[in-house]
């Protein structure tokens, strides 16, 4: 059984969707971001950088136990595993893997930030707002157009769908609102009802809360722990 090391982040969630798509059994190890809980030793023996998700696989390969941190390597490893969720023809698993990319690299840390500088932030920053705000809207444009030529973003529903789709999840957060991307928008309803994806939504959804006081501890431990 796979440990899944879990908060209810976009991040995680690529995670928690691909689990339940593939159907492997899994052990939910929460990790409370707001109570600093990342910053642990025992959590860092696992994933170094301090971040959700990670997962450690007793049975890795050659049998023996392997810890995987960054969600895109973790979809990546689970989808070879079991063979399931990246297309086995040539051209649409690179198809696949460079919008796997594409999410990793720009989509998800760019959205990041225009999340933080427009919710976060101590104070507004004008120009961060902006900046992010725009970059966001350009990453949303590239993304309706591949999704105006076909159904998944590699001809068929893959891995680099499911790390997507949970960062548009949050597009509020971003400045951006489906109706000006209507394939982004169609895409995202056809994945939104799938029963595996309503299920990985529900983990610890009663525990979550980003209402945190900017003087804080848990603003701390999530923006400024000391390491």
Not at 167 to 184: C, E, F, I, N, S
Not at 204 to 209: A, N, V, Y
């Amino acid at each position: 059984m796979i440990d899944f090391y879990f908060w209810p982040t976009p991040n995680a969630y690529k995670v928690a969707v691909m689990l339940a798509e593939i159907g492997i059994p899994y052990r939910v190890m929460p990790i409370n971001i707001l109570e600093g809980e990342q910053h642990a030793p025992e959590f860092l023996d696992i994933n170094p950088n301090g971040k959700v998700p990670a997962i450690v696989d007793p049975d890795g390969p050659d049998g023996k136990p392997i810890a995987i941190f960054e969600s895109g390597a973790i979809l990546l490893y689970l989808a070879e595993k079991t063979g399931k969720l990246l297309p086995t023809d040539s051209v649409r698993r690179y198809e696949a893997l460079q919008w796997l990319m594409f999410q990793m690299g720009g989509f998800g840390p760019m959205l990041g930030q225009a999340h933080h500088f427009r919710v976060y932030a101590p104070e507004q920053i004008d120009y961060a707002v902006e900046r992010y705000t725009r970059e966001a809207s350009r990453l949303y444009k590239v993304l309706d157009r591949r999704l105006a030529e076909v159904a998944f973003l590699a001809g068929e529903y893959s891995i680099a769908d499911i790390a997507t789709f949970t960062w548009v999840r949050t597009r509020k957060m971003h400045g951006q609102d489906l109706q000006d991307y209507p394939a982004v928008r169609d895409w995202y309803n056809r994945i939104k009802v799938r029963s595996s994806v309503s299920e990985a939504l529900s983990l610890l959804k009663s525990d979550m809360t980003w209402k945190v006081d900017k003087k804080s501890d848990s603003w701390t431990n999530m923006f400024g722990a000391k390491v």
